[in-house]
């Protein structure tokens, strides 16, 4: 079983926002498999650096719009 990542995204928030562009669309214009959009919108893949934002690029908006990773809680 593959372990769900920490980091959160808004990707399929933001396709819809973008006039409801498909995951084959976007996968098309960051030079991917829409396997790895679903993957990388449900969690169970992160993207590299530079994948990152291409989607950013692509939906128009800042990367940390698109990825949010949770502030470490500390003791």
Do not use: C, W
């Not at 995951?23 to 990388?40: C, H, K, N, P, S």
């Amino acid at each position: 079983m593959v372990k769900p990542t920490r980091v959160t995204n808004r990707i399929r928030a933001l396709r819809f926002e973008r006039g409801e562009m498909t995951q084959a669309e976007l996968a098309d214009r960051i030079g991917v498999t829409r396997q790895t959009v679903i993957a990388i919108e449900q969690g169970r893949y992160s993207p590299s650096l530079e994948m990152a934002f291409k989607i950013a690029h692509v939906l128009g908006v800042r990367l940390d719009d698109v990825f949010q990773y949770p502030e470490e809680e500390t003791s």
